[in-house]
């Protein structure tokens, strides 16, 4: 009995706990879940330091929401009379739904920052370029992460409506206010998106089906096909490790600056998958998802602030609107549709505009990228500085205070 | 574009499948990341405490804690099986018609069992002090929170006895909040009263309502309606109060108020400060000063906030005899000091400024 039990683990388990060299290329081979690795990785794209793991954080992290997410959609009811009531469900009634919620709401968030860092990174490592020699496509898995980034944010935008309590409705009019100062095609978009010329059931069940189908269907494809993408590239952009030879000619021990993928990469993601698991589970148990009172169209908070990731473009409209004699450009449009588009387009098309030599791949910010890299976080700065300073130095009537003595407009009591 | 060249020889990498039988090294690996190992196994210690963390937390709400009290406290009074009889559980006050859910008794699970009133049993589980208001408004009908505020769903007594005072509709009507407007009688819940009134609003008098009663009677004798319209009472002087109580905070104008007192900043004080002398928040305000007394201002203050538009269905009819008819007849009573309707005609502004 007990040999049968050891047998049947060790069936389970050898090729992640690979003995010999033999063994360890044969694992990949054997195992379903190790199938996608190559056979071996740079030591250079293993460590911490060079990529901080950030792309694959933003997986677990995408994976935790998809998770927490299909159990919650059990309880949740997309109807303007029952959302805000089944998320009050959720939090007192519901075994464990308060961790669920919770857990969804920070993970959620915490992607859109991870996701940004990551692009942060790749951009700073100028690691869109392709190898010498080699028939990568990096441009084309940049193009995805952006398109990825965009997706990330409307997925955390369609949730965010879903509470339907008075931060989720007036954030969702807020933005999409923004959205529809796009000249031409901005009405139809608005009208598209929110089913009507106000918030209502309509956009409820659309914001729910983009959130809980549409939108991550896309974004499952996406990742799958970025990921593929990187291994069809040969592993991150690098102009170091191709001095190498990368066959099986040279002998393990004169390989110094590779490693074997199993065990090691299949353990790190393991790692890097509870890692942040505690962190989320952390801010879980520390910190509660905000629930206001129920949405109403009779009573705006004021401020009324769109949600954080969009906070900057609200800050932009704010100081965008522009007169020229009796000629005025609404500030919507430039601040919170032009300004975001040619930034997004800005860096789609990055890597062609990028002319710096080869050798600055996979370099942390290469000398003869100055330049580049000055403007990025300048632009990265600003974002952020303007998000912190809307979230908390705007006040009623979207004045300027210091935070600390922000005034609130007097409740009812 | 260069798809074919995976067969060239300068191609090399992670294309090309691993030849097993090439590889004869049956030498252990060198494990270089080991370190991973002692950095999960670490990780999974923390994550198993934050899970019983979680466990423990879900295991034991705080409505629980007050049950087993109160199995206490039956034991203590009726013996051991009529202890064993009560069931632990939430429990709640669905009223199907109107789908409201009210789960207050998880808690005050006492509030109709009449054997449990009387000082010596704790807040929480006392029967409900007025037995003859309930059985006007039997709790399955009624619940709790058309009266008492409070978010019904709510099973942590923060929650459910919502204070915090922003935009919330419903905010709990405790015994502190009265408490901190200087009511005198604040033992009794006088804010409730309000929410009485949303349903009362047609009668003129109702047996309980003290502070309502009284302001009805102000706004009858002082004809408010003469410059306000109020339902079918049309004039307009000054604002429509029809439904002030649903007025949200952020128009009301709250710059000029210097200085609140003792009171805390809000609307209700804002209401308070306006009967006081509306010239101290609406500094060229046509509304005359009635130099109403202190129980006086807080009486109308609960009045006008208790204008709001509800479901035609819970309005009580009022007995014919007992019509709430503030009807302005001849011309406004003036206050000392004030003005004539004469005045507003010819646009003399109340020089009380
Ligand atoms: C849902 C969001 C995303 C996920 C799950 C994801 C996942 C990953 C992973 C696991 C890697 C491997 C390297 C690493 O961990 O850093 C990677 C690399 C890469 N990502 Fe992403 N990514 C996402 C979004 C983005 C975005 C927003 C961009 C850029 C706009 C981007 C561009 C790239 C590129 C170009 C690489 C290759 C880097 C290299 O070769 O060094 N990705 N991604």
Not at chain 1, 133 to 143: A, C, E, F, Q, T
């Amino acid at each position: 009995m007990r040999k049968t039990i050891k047998s049947l683990w060790l069936k389970l388990t050898w090729a992640f706990n690979p003995d010999t060299i033999k063994e360890a290329y044969r694992a990949r081979i054997k195992n379903f879940f190790l199938h996608w690795f190559p056979p071996k990785v740079t030591k250079r794209s293993f460590s911490w330091s060079y990529s901080f793991w950030l792309g694959t954080i933003s997986a677990v992290l995408f994976l935790i929401t998809l998770v927490t997410g299909v159990a919650l959609m059990f309880i949740y009811i997309p109807s303007i009379r029952q959302a805000y009531w089944s998320i009050e469900d959720i939090e007192f009634i519901t075994h464990y739904g308060w961790l669920l919620r919770y857990s969804h709401r920070w993970a959620g968030h915490l992607m859109v920052v991870v996701v940004f860092l990551h692009m942060m990174r790749v951009f700073y490592t100028a690691s869109y370029r392709e190898t010498p020699g080699r028939d990568s496509h990096r441009y084309v898995n940049w193009v995805v992460g952006v398109i990825l980034l965009l997706a990330t944010l409307f997925l955390a935008f369609t949730g965010y409506l879903l509470p339907w309590d008075q931060l989720s409705m007036w954030a969702v009019t807020v933005a999409t206010a923004i959205g529809r100062t796009t000249p031409v095609i901005g009405e139809t978009l608005y009208r598209m998106l929110v089913g009507g010329t106000t918030i209502d059931q309509a956009t409820l069940i659309r914001f729910y089906t983009f959130h809980c189908i549409a939108v991550p269907v896309v974004v499952i494809l996406l990742i799958s096909y970025h990921l593929w993408r990187i291994r069809k590239d040969g592993g991150l952009a690098s102009t170091v490790h191709h001095d190498v030879p990368l066959d099986e000619s040279i002998s393990e021990a004169e390989d110094t600056s590779r490693v074997l993928a199993v065990p090691a990469v299949p353990r790190r993601i393991f790692l890097v998958t509870i890692a942040t698991w505690v962190v989320v589970l952390v801010a879980t148990l520390l910190f509660r998802a905000p629930l206001l009172e129920p949405a109403t169209q009779a009573w705006t908070p004021n401020p009324a602030k769109a949600p954080w990731y969009f906070l900057w473009l609200q800050e932009l409209i704010s100081y965008t609107t522009i007169k020229i004699g009796h000629f005025v450009i609404n500030g919507g449009f430039v601040g919170g549709v032009f300004v975001p588009a040619v930034l997004f387009i800005a860096l789609a098309v990055w890597p062609s505009i990028d002319n710096s030599p080869n050798d600055s791949t996979g370099i942390w910010f290469h000398r003869t990228r100055l330049w580049q890299n000055v403007l990025f976080t300048v632009i990265c700065l600003t974002i952020v500085f303007q998000i912190l300073f809307s979230y908390y130095c705007r006040g009623p009537y979207w004045h300027v205070y210091w935070p600390w003595n922000r005034p609130e407009i007097p409740g009812r009591f | 574009m260069s798809i074919g060249r995976g067969t060239d020889q300068k191609f090399q990498g992670d294309f090309r499948v691993t030849n097993m039988d090439n590889i004869t090294e049956e030498k252990e690996i060198k494990d270089h990341y080991k370190s991973d190992s002692k950095w999960i196994y670490a990780l999974l210690v923390v994550l198993l405490i934050l899970t019983a963390i979680a466990f423990h937390r879900d295991a034991t709400p705080q409505w629980e804690q007050y049950q087993a009290q109160f199995r206490q406290i039956l034991t203590q009074k009726f013996g051991k099986k009529a202890a064993d009889s009560f069931s632990y559980g939430v429990k709640q006050i669905w009223i199907k018609d109107v789908n409201k859910i009210d789960r207050c008794t998880t808690c005050h699970i006492g509030i109709d069992i009449p054997k449990l009133s009387g000082e010596d049993v704790p807040l929480v589980f006392r029967a409900h002090p007025n037995p003859e208001l309930i059985k006007e408004h039997p709790f399955n009908k009624f619940g709790c929170t058309y009266c008492h505020g409070g978010k019904g769903y709510a099973l942590t007594v923060k929650e459910a006895h919502f204070s915090k005072p922003a935009g919330w509709e419903d905010i709990f009507l405790s015994e502190r909040l009265a408490k901190r407007y200087g009511f005198p009688d604040y033992k009794n819940l006088p804010l409730v009263e309000m929410n009485c009134n949303t349903c009362h609003l047609r009668e003129k008098e109702v047996a309980g309502l003290t502070y309502i009663n009284k302001a009805k009677k102000l706004f009858t004798e002082k004809m408010c309606t003469c410059c306000h319209t109020f339902y079918q009472y049309k004039a307009d002087v000054g604002p429509d109060l029809t439904y002030e109580g649903d007025k949200p905070n952020d128009l009301y104008d709250f710059s000029n108020i210097t200085n609140w007192g003792v009171l805390p900043p809000s609307v209700f004080s804002w209401h308070f400060l306006h009967f006081k002398a509306p010239y101290l928040v609406t500094p060229l305000s046509l509304m005359p000063n009635f130099n109403f007394k202190d129980q006086e201002i807080r009486s109308l203050a609960m009045l006008v906030l208790s204008f709001k538009n509800i479901p035609e269905r819970f309005v009580v009819k009022p007995d014919p005899k007992n019509v709430f008819q503030p009807e302005c007849v001849g011309s406004v009573p003036a206050a000392p000091g004030s003005f004539t309707r004469a005045g507003v005609g010819s646009g003399v502004k109340n020089t009380k400024m």
